[in-house]
């Protein structure tokens, strides 16, 4: 004899797996828009063609961040923007009121580091390079197998796997030349 309790949680469950893609939780990983996306691997490098531009962006190790690239078609104007990061080993005083909130990281591939400013947004809670790296970075990400993303101090602030980098890479010199 099948109990109802049971037999209405099976339906539950049973129904629940059957759902459409955009009624599944929205969580770290998910890429795309909000009625149509797809999860992804950390350190899986996407492409997102925009208006004028392109972004790649992959997320760290275990969704601890997400760097995203940006640039707008035909010029060399680059765009870095880290974001989703809660751990410590960026400055606090970067989380200060007062200004200046910028501090310095380096994004090591493969051994080689490229040295940069960045400036928190508070209201977003993300951080935005000042200058962003150029076509030897590019170039280093497409052929590397490991970014390191460090504070000052040398603390890791997040490592992203460079799979689908190569790609990524091409794309940016398509849209934008660079």
């Not at 490991?146 to 398509?174: D, P």
Request: net charge negative.
């Amino acid at each position: 004899m099948v109990r109802p309790a049971a037999a209405a949680l099976a339906l539950v469950v049973l129904g629940l797996s059957t759902l459409p893609v955009p009624a599944q939780w929205l969580a770290v990983g998910r890429w795309g828009s909000e009625g149509n996306f797809r999860y992804v691997r950390p350190g899986t490098w996407m492409v997102e063609q925009q208006a004028g531009g392109v972004s790649i962006s992959a997320e760290g190790d275990h969704h601890e961040a997400r760097i995203e690239l940006s640039c707008d078609a035909g010029s060399p104007v680059r765009r870095l923007r880290l974001s989703g990061y809660r751990g410590d080993a960026l400055d606090e005083s970067a989380l200060a009121q007062q200004e200046p909130r910028q501090q310095a990281l380096s994004l090591v591939l493969d051994g080689r580091a490229f040295e940069l400013m960045v400036d928190y947004r508070p209201a977003t809670h993300d951080w935005l390079v000042v200058e962003a790296p150029g076509p030897e970075f590019l170039d280093a990400l497409a052929t590397g197998s490991r970014l390191e993303i460090l504070n000052k101090q040398g603390v890791r602030v997040a490592a992203v796997g460079l799979s689908g980098s190569g790609a990524a890479r091409e794309a940016v010199r398509r849209a934008c030349g660079i």
